[in-house]
């Protein structure tokens, strides 16, 4: 299954933004789905995921901020993003959780800058 990320673009301090990730085949709402991230000279970072069970888990940088949510009929995962900060600038990513290699695509840029 291939996994496109979308919806990233260049957004204010404190702006919003929803990320889209489609897959190419089906995701089942068993499977453990998250967004990643990577800024310049960083290593990529999990950002939120799904685990299979529905439950969902954020990293501290982002808690109260992102909400990451799916549509199994659509094969889609999102990511609303809101409360933006200049640091949130990354590439983001989809994949499963642990990540497979197959699944990085081309990522979509977020930058947030005034």
């Known amino acids: 299954v291939q996994l496109q990320a979308s919806g990233g673009g260049l957004v204010q301090p404190g702006g919003s933004l929803r990320l889209s990730c489609a897959a190419s085949?089906?995701?089942?709402?068993?499977?453990?789905m998250g967004w990643y991230r990577q800024a310049p000279e960083k290593q990529r970072e999990l950002v939120a995921r799904f685990f299979s069970g529905g439950s969902t888990y954020y990293a501290n940088f982002v808690k109260g901020r992102f909400t990451i949510s799916r549509d199994n009929r659509k094969n889609t995962v999102y990511l609303q993003m809101t409360s933006l900060k200049p640091e949130d600038t990354a590439v983001y990513y989809c994949n499963h959780v642990p990540p497979v290699q197959s699944g990085w695509g081309q990522g979509t840029q977020v930058t947030v800058s005034s």
């Open positions: 085949g089906s995701i089942f709402s068993g499977d453990s």
